[in-house]
């Protein structure tokens, strides 16, 4: 609606706007911790503000959500004024492992346009250990080599104990030798 008025030599215009014509981009802000120790439950939390109501998708490691087995997304719009829409959309991990490691991105986009924000978790997992062939028959005089396979993350620290007392490496009587495999895995052998 537009109205003029003249008064002498000043003259004045008004516009009116509504407030449905007023368009905002998707703001979009990721929060949560990005560390979760496995097996726990976690969430992240995008928030997004925008005018008109955004659409909202989550993605892991660039994939949408929808086709990742074993997360759950709710949307829900927490705050609605005339100029904008705050929506909150919720990642849930409820059971997580190493798997579940990785960059997650929230996506928002309206009529006027595109926004994201991306965080990176890490899923800690306790250390576990095996030792190949546990029980090992060997003449007093011969070496022998027995290999521990552990894996956690972060990568765990492996100490060889003898009677409950710490192997000190004196390359005489003991070799201990490490390789990590690609991940969390480690290698450790030791030779008597």
């Known amino acids: 609606m537009f109205l003029f008025f003249s008064l002498g030599f000043y003259s004045l215009f008004l ?6 014509n007023h368009t905002v981009i998707p703001n979009v802000t990721i929060s949560g911790n990005d560390t979760v120790t ?4 976690f969430q992240y939390t995008c928030t997004v503000v925008s005018s008109p109501v955004a659409d909202i998708s989550w993605y892991f490691d660039g994939i949408e959500i929808s086709q990742v087995a074993g997360l759950n997304v709710t949307v829900n719009t927490t705050d609605t004024t005339a100029l904008r829409t705050t929506q909150e959309s919720v990642l849930t991990i409820p059971l997580t492992n190493s ?4 960059s997650y ?7 006027e346009g595109n926004g994201n924000d991306t965080r990176n978790l890490t899923v800690l997992v306790s250390p576990l250990a095996t030792i190949e062939d546990p029980q090992i028959t060997v003449n007093e005089t011969n070496n022998i080599t027995i290999t521990c396979n552990a894996m956690g993350i972060p990568s765990p620290n492996i100490t060889w104990q003898f009677n409950m007392t710490d192997i000190t ?3 005489t009587k003991y070799i201990v030798s490490t390789s990590s495999v690609v991940g ?3 290698n ?3 030779t008597s």
């Not at 496995?38 to 439950?41: A, G, H, K, L, Q």
């Not at 798997?99 to 990785?102: A, H, I, N």
């Not at 991105?105 to 009529?111: G, K, L, M, V, W």
């Open 15 to 20: 516009s009116t706007c509504s407030s449905s």
């Open 38 to 41: 496995s097996p726990d439950t």
């Open 99 to 102: 798997s579940f490691g990785g």
């Open 105 to 111: 991105e929230c996506r928002a986009n309206n009529s």
């Open 169 to 171: 490496i004196d390359m």
């Open 184 to 186: 969390s895995d480690k």
């Open 188 to 190: 450790n052998e030791v």
